[in-house]
């Protein structure tokens, strides 16, 4: 069986993403079908790059029994090749995708697949309190859920 490769994009791959990650293999393995899927992370820039998950993201997937398995890494020409669904945090990290030569047809905000979303894009916690870490946390918990649904639906 061929795996589905997903990459999630944010753009120092420390808080969103990894948590994206996390949530997306949590519930991957809660359903019984981790073995269908290739997950990682990655950021448009490579500040952190070699970093596990900034602290506060690593404590919000813990009070919700997630562990975030990764270090932080930049977006790679590969990863184009390597990844069926390049899934995007926000806008600009959609942007600078496109503009490194990332296919249009791959790339997706997360938060399309959330039927009720309360925003378009998942906010970059960073600067803020430990407040908004709970806040990308709902966001993406609910849009994982539509994402596997739509990647489980189009599969045979």
């Given at each position: 069986m061929t795996r589905i490769g997903v990459l999630?994009?944010?753009m120092g791959n420390i808080c969103r993403s990894p948590i994206a990650e996390g949530v997306f293999l949590h519930k991957c393995a809660a359903r019984g079908v981790a073995d269908r899927?290739?997950?990682?992370?990655?950021?448009?820039?490579g500040w952190h790059a070699g970093e596990r998950p900034d602290?506060?993201?690593?404590?919000?997937?813990?009070?919700?029994?997630?562990?975030?398995?990764?270090?932080?890494?930049p977006v790679t020409h590969?990863?184009?090749?390597?990844?069926d669904h390049l899934i995007c945090m926000d806008h600009a990290n959609r942007t600078?995708?496109?503009?490194?030569?990332?296919?249009?047809?791959?790339?997706r905000l997360l938060l399309a697949f959330d039927p009720d979303p309360e925003l378009d894009e998942v906010p970059d916690p960073y600067y803020g309190g430990d407040d908004g870490f709970d806040l990308v946390f709902r966001l993406v918990d609910r849009a994982c859920d539509g994402l596997l649904e739509s990647l489980l639906d189009t599969t045979p």
């Open positions: 999630f994009v944010c899927f290739t997950v990682d992370s990655a950021g448009t820039g602290p506060r993201s690593v404590e919000v997937a813990r009070r919700h029994g997630i562990v975030l398995p990764g270090r932080a890494r590969a990863d184009y090749r390597t990844f600078a995708l496109l503009r490194d030569g990332a296919p249009d047809d791959r790339i």
